[in-house]
């Protein structure tokens, strides 16, 4: 079905933009909304029928389960068979704001929303304008990222209207998202176990709750018929037009590798773009690069990646981007870049030694 998409500034109809989009999710259609992580793309959680609107609308395989959004912590008694002791002070610590969880759903849940999974993840976005589009839909909103399957998320309207002009009604337009990249996920079925790393990090967390696994498929692809428990679990995600490498090892070899790199593939013909650091920027003169943020400063990184795929992807034929450690914010930077990347990594110091 084609619609006229209409956008509508949160900071300057905000009243009148929730109305519209809560009028449209209550009568089983889909609205794009801000977050404080990425934009997203919602229907009512509990209408199996409007879920399946999301997955038509972004090309995504059902296969992939969602996120129900709620606007006040005691929906989630709804959604899950129980609330876990251990979930109480996550709950009291980090909602609203960037932290998913995962238990045992209630039968109100469709298995639209869950992939077929008997678990459902749940979160409580900061963001005022989603919080009040959810308050007056009066139902928990399912949401993934409003982009084409794939491709990176959107952290701004502009970006979805790129990806959703013509597939949706309505955008709330509330500016660029604060983070950036998508909520942490976690299971708290079982052992506590991180499914995707997001802005509230694993020390983070364990400061709460002690111990926290992290799921092995962080930062390398899922085994063989291991089945997605949460978003952003899949072989390749994130990823833009242009073919992203990532090149790891220490700054100063990453530097020599990205530049001997570039060179190579703009002699075979490529167009090249490197995506560099405040720490690296000075020895890529001469060389198209664009800074994405401080290599100290992950999170400065993070709030910037979606855009800069976005951008520099629809300008060139191949993204040289710099690899990081993964403390702290690190692990979501490098979870959203090798999938964005397909895992197509080089080893820089292994590089160097060659070269040398």
């Not at 639209?112 to 139902?139: Q, W, Y």
């Not at 090892?249 to 075979?268: A, F, Q």
Request: net charge negative.
């Amino acid at each position: 079905m084609e619609f006229e998409t209409k956008v509508i500034s949160a900071d300057r109809q905000e009243e009148a933009g929730t109305t519209l989009g809560a009028s449209i999710i209550r009568s089983g259609g889909i609205v794009a909304f801000p977050t404080e992580t990425v934009y997203g793309l919602g229907a009512n959680g509990l209408d199996g029928e409007a879920v399946n609107k999301i997955f038509e609308a972004k090309g995504r395989p059902n296969d992939n389960p969602l996120i129900l959004h709620i606007s006040k912590k005691s929906d989630l008694k709804k959604l899950w068979a129980h609330v876990p002791d251990r979930a109480i002070p996550l709950i009291e610590t980090f909602w609203p704001g960037p932290l998913t969880l995962i238990f045992h759903k209630a039968d109100i849940v469709p298995y639209e929303v869950t992939a077929g999974l008997d678990t459902v993840a749940v979160r409580m976005p900061s963001d005022k304008t989603a919080r009040l589009l959810i308050s007056k839909s009066g139902v928990p909103i399912a949401a993934p990222s409003a982009n084409r399957s794939g491709k990176p998320s959107p952290t701004s309207a502009e970006h979805v209207l790129e990806d959703m002009d013509g597939k949706i009604p309505l955008i709330l337009d509330g500016g660029r998202c604060k983070y950036g990249v998508e909520s942490t996920v976690l299971s708290l079925i079982g052992e506590p176990t991180i499914l995707r790393p997001g802005a509230i990090t694993r020390e983070m967390l364990e400061a709460v709750i002690g111990p926290v696994r992290l799921a092995p498929s962080i930062l390398k692809p899922l085994r063989e018929g291991e089945v997605a428990a949460s978003p952003g679990m899949k072989y390749k995600h994130y990823a833009p037009d242009a073919q992203v490498v990532v090149i790891d090892g220490t700054p100063e070899n990453i530097s020599r590798c990205v530049i001997s790199l570039y060179y190579e593939k703009v002699e075979s013909g490529l167009s090249v773009e490197v995506l560099s650091t405040r720490q690296t920027r000075s020895r890529y003169r001469g060389i198209p690069n664009t800074l994405i943020g401080d290599r100290e400063n992950p999170e400065t990184m993070c709030a910037n990646l979606f855009r800069l795929l976005r951008e520099i992807g629809a300008d060139c034929d191949m993204i040289l981007a710099e690899g990081i450690g993964t403390s702290e914010e690190g692990l979501a930077y490098m979870n959203r870049l090798l999938r964005a990347a397909g895992f197509e990594r080089i080893d820089a110091d292994e590089y160097v030694k060659k070269i040398d």
